[in-house]
């Protein structure tokens, strides 16, 4: 059955702009603790004047829209205006290096940016580079700063009330999110807003939310897990988004019991931090209903957090091409600890071998969704058909992770095929850590792997080989990626090494590289 009804993000936000207008649709909180709150009929009108403005400094429909920003109702409102023109939001990480950043104006040739005050300059300087990245949008400007060239969105809000209608169809591209992937460069996914107005109906009733939910949202806008499984299904029922700047685990429960949140979306890296905080005799004392969580934890761990804060934890399985949650353990059915469910109905879910052949119950293999493009899966790479083909082959979506089913349909998630590491929620591509490292002058040849990290998942170690009569330091090699990367892929360490262990075609063996580093340092690097 197809639960899209034909429509856009737009009629969902309007839909429910009309139904609850009085309503808390965002409630914000700062790093400083500062709160602010938009109900929808306000966050309706915010819309409108940022489409106003957009479309007044040449924003149409097609345009790119670059997103680099942190959490804050103007990340919302830039995406649903942008929806509204039928422009394309390309949301960035927020911590990414320039060297990223370079790369992701040119591949989707953007025309505008909206970011935070601290990172005009930084623009400025990419914009020597990209003529066509012409218009800097900055919300929140201080009214003590000279900004030139730059259009302070809430200098322009009130004189831009007005919006001619756009022709959008569902089957229009939303956004374009740039992901890890097996190259040296992040591929941007395609998402239709189809996309987005079936992740929202999904989540919506898998879950059960209703307009009495209060979603915590602490993941960033620019993740898929952020954007589909909180906002979506938030918007789609007429709930509240209590939303933060960034994660704090300190402070995690006490904004949870007093924004008074009944559900949550966390990864591993948070569950372990929040059950790291000291015992508090409030632990329990929240009202919290769920809490859904992608990447696997400890059984103990688990267990522990469950008893300890008084909440359900939901495993699920997903990525940006497949939507979010696409493997998701059911409320009315058996939840199961390690393991990350049950397939959604609206596709179906199986386990191949390396030939795309099905594997019997409890044999390990590739995960395989099968959807419909644009609507249930992503739409595509942009920009990239060969990509794309690599992917979705025959109606399936070959993932590159590996798991298992059980006999009752249940997904046991095993590891990454791709050659990924898993670091504090963020996936980080071995080969594209390895390209920029390569691109020192000392360094001959480089091989990343992850390791173990008891707090964020993995760690990332470089294993460097130098040319010939260079010589080289680890903090040179770290200080040299610090500059390109987003901080979280920058290597925590680094390894000199005379040659590396190869295959009888010379490919690097990485799993004995990483089995040498596991037994000099048995808990990771």
Not at 70 to 79: A, I
Not at 306 to 324: D, H, I
Not at 477 to 492: H, R, T, Y
Request: negative net charge.
């Amino acid at each position: 059955m197809d639960i899209i009804e034909n429509a856009t993000l737009t009629d969902i936000f309007v839909r429910a702009c009309g139904t609850f207008p009085e309503k808390e649709f965002i409630v914000f909180e700062c790093r400083q603790g500062a709160v602010e709150a938009f109900t929808y009929a306000q966050a309706a009108l915010m819309v409108e004047q940022y489409a106003a403005v957009f479309a007044r400094n040449g924003i149409t429909k097609g345009s790119r829209m670059l997103v680099h920003m942190h959490n804050r109702p103007g990340y919302l409102f830039t995406w649903f205006a942008c929806a509204k023109l039928g422009a394309i939001m390309v949301p960035l990480n927020a911590q990414a290096g320039d060297y990223e950043l370079d790369y992701c104006i040119d591949h989707c040739g953007a025309e505008a940016v909206v970011t935070e005050p601290e990172s005009f300059e930084r623009f400025c300087a990419l914009q020597k580079n990209h003529p066509g990245l012409r218009t800097i949008f900055l919300p929140n400007a201080s009214p003590e700063h000279e900004y030139s060239g730059a259009v302070l969105i809430d200098d322009e809000r009130d004189c831009c009330l007005h919006v001619s209608h756009s022709s959008v169809s569902e089957e229009d591209d939303l956004m374009w999110l740039f992901t890890s992937g097996t190259t040296s460069r992040p591929k941007a996914v395609q998402l239709t807003h189809a996309n987005a107005v079936f992740a929202g109906r999904f989540g919506a009733e898998w879950w059960k939310v209703t307009a009495e939910d209060r979603h915590m949202l602490v993941l960033p806008l620019f993740h898929v897990n952020a954007q589909f499984m909180s906002v979506m299904p938030v918007l789609f029922s007429g709930a509240t988004l209590i939303m933060t700047e960034h994660f704090s685990a300190s402070h995690y429960m006490e904004q949870v019991r007093r924004h008074r949140a009944t559900t949550a979306s966390l990864v591993a890296t948070t569950l372990t931090m929040i059950l790291n905080q000291p015992e508090s005799e409030l632990d329990a004392c929240n009202d919290l209903r769920l809490i859904i969580y992608a990447i696997g934890l400890p059984r103990e761990k688990l267990l522990a957090f469950q008893k300890r804060f008084a909440v359900p934890l939901c495993e699920l399985w997903g990525m940006s091409e497949t939507l979010g949650a696409t493997t998701i353990n059911p409320l009315d059915g058996e939840m199961r600890l390690n393991c990350i469910g049950i397939a959604r109905r609206e596709n179906q879910v199986k386990i191949v071998d390396d030939a795309g052949m099905d594997v019997p119950p409890g044999t390990v293999g590739e995960i395989v969704v099968q959807g419909v493009p644009g609507r249930t899966l992503m739409k595509g790479y942009y920009n990239d058909p060969p990509a794309t083909e690599a992917t979705i082959r025959d109606g399936w979506l070959y993932t590159g992770d590996n798991a298992y089913m059980d006999a009752q349909g249940y997904f046991y998630f095993v590891d990454r095929k791709k050659d990924m590491i898993k670091r504090a929620g963020e996936n980080v591509a071995a080969c594209e850590v390895e390209y920029v490292i390569s691109l020192h002058p000392a360094v001959q040849e480089v091989a990343v792997v992850g390791m173990p990290d008891a707090v964020r998942e993995e760690a990332v170690l470089a294993f460097v080989t130098l040319q010939p009569g260079e010589r080289c330091s680890e903090k040179e090699i770290i200080d040299w990626c610090s500059g390109k990367l987003a901080d979280f892929k920058v290597p925590g360490s680094v390894r000199f090494v005379a040659d590396f262990p190869r295959t009888s075609l010379g490919k690097v063996q990485k799993n004995i590289l990483k089995k040498q580093a596991l037994k000099d340092t048995p808990t990771g690097a």
